[in-house]
């Protein structure tokens, strides 16, 4: 079964910092799919970026980075000079084909880690 | 380009008593999948809706069971509420159904059965 964990619960930055929230995942298949999302205090789940299990290149998004290694099966995301409009829930989330076959799949996510940013 | 949208925001029930959440996908989306989030974690899938049929479930009991209209739209229902139902339920479509396709959510629907 997939399984998603993001062992930091909870992270307090000083704004300017940059900040690591680590991301480890279980799976069988050898085609996934990893995603992040941000869930600011209005609650809706905002999408930041998608991943498939072929492409270990990272990626740079402005001030967001992503770490991606199938070698230790991780999916770290990195916040650089941290602000205070990034103060949020973050979740990791995988997701694969079902063995049902059905060509559905679930979106399987990570318990989440709350970043504060103190200004 | 309108986003995902459900409705209500707020719902307050009693134990017992039955409940219909409704979703309407983002522009031009055909999928629809639920989730159930408690307060302090993550999403927990509910189930899926593509062409009107249920095509994946997670682990939930009946009493949780939905609808996707041939607009798209999709209702939740939920008969027989616990208190451990109250928790953010959130809407989510998608582009088909491969594991692939980006789901982009709705703002939730914050349930309470006291």
């Known amino acids: 079964a997939q399984k998603v964990t993001q062992a930091q619960t909870e992270i307090s930055v000083v704004e300017k910092e940059d900040v690591t929230l680590d991301c480890v995942y279980e799976?069988?298949?050898?085609?996934?799919?990893l995603f992040w999302y941000k869930q600011p205090p209005s609650g809706e789940l905002v999408f930041l970026i998608r991943?498939?299990?072929?492409?270990?290149q990272n990626e740079i998004s402005g001030r967001y980075s992503w770490n991606f290694q199938k070698s230790t099966s991780s999916f770290n995301f990195t916040i650089t000079a941290s602000q205070v409009v990034d103060s949020a829930v973050y979740f990791c989330a995988l997701s694969e084909s079902p063995y049902s076959g059905a060509g559905s799949y679930q979106l399987t996510f990570g318990k989440g880690t709350k970043l504060s940013v103190i200004p | 380009d309108a986003g995902v949208t459900q409705s209500p925001t707020h719902l307050i029930k009693t134990r017992g008593q039955q409940v219909t959440l409704r979703c309407s996908p983002k522009?031009?989306?055909?999928?629809v999948s639920w989730y159930q989030q408690a307060l302090g974690q993550g999403p927990q899938f509910i189930f899926q809706?593509?062409?009107?049929?249920?095509?994946q479930r997670g682990n939930f009991p009946d009493r949780f069971s939905g609808h996707q209209f041939p607009n798209y739209s999709s209702e939740l229902n939920v008969n027989a509420l616990l208190l451990g139902d109250s928790a953010l339920y959130l809407c989510?479509?998608?582009?088909?159904?491969?594991?692939?396709?980006?789901?982009?959510f709705g703002p939730g629907t914050r349930l309470l059965v006291l």
């Open positions: 989510a479509s998608s582009l088909g159904t491969g594991p692939m396709e980006t789901q982009y």
């Open positions: 991943r498939n299990s072929f492409d270990e």
């Open positions: 809706y593509y062409e009107e049929e249920e095509r």
């Open positions: 799976t069988r298949d050898t085609t996934y799919y």
């Open positions: 522009s031009g989306h055909d999928t």
